[in-house]
């Protein structure tokens, strides 16, 4: 396997809200999904893309919050909407991220 698609992972300030760089990691990248959503009558383009990565145990702090962690591949800002360490054999993690057309271009 081979992961050679650099991503990064911001975290939520508690304090102030924002997200800020937290590390960066090399993943596999799938498509898991895409197409259009709708959302107060104005339709905009949607991307969902599985992240694999190997796991090392600071992303077991994604694990139960998710809200507070996103991903940045390709200046797109995915927000992360599923955690899986399958069968928590902790060799590979698997994020399901979504981008609503967002964009991050500080990096």
């Given at each position: 396997m081979?992961?050679?698609?650099?991503?990064?992972?911001?975290?939520?300030?508690?304090?102030?809200?924002?997200?800020?760089y937290w590390r960066q990691f090399h993943a596999r990248i799938?498509?898991?999904g895409g197409g259009e959503r709708e959302a107060s009558g104005a339709r905009r383009s949607a991307a969902s893309l599985t992240f694999e990565l190997r796991y090392v145990s600071l992303l077991f702090d994604i694990f139960l919050?998710?809200?507070?962690?996103r991903?940045?591949?390709r200046n797109a800002v995915f927000v992360i909407?599923?955690?899986?360490?399958?069968?928590?054999?902790?060799?590979?993690?698997?994020f399901e991220?979504?981008?609503?057309?967002?964009r991050q271009d500080n990096y």
């Open positions: 081979i992961y050679d698609k650099p991503i990064i992972i911001e975290k939520r300030d508690p304090q102030s809200g924002e997200f800020s799938n498509k898991a919050n998710t809200q507070d962690y991903i940045i591949y909407n599923d955690y899986d360490d399958y069968m928590e054999q902790h060799k590979t993690v698997r991220g979504e981008c609503v057309g967002e």
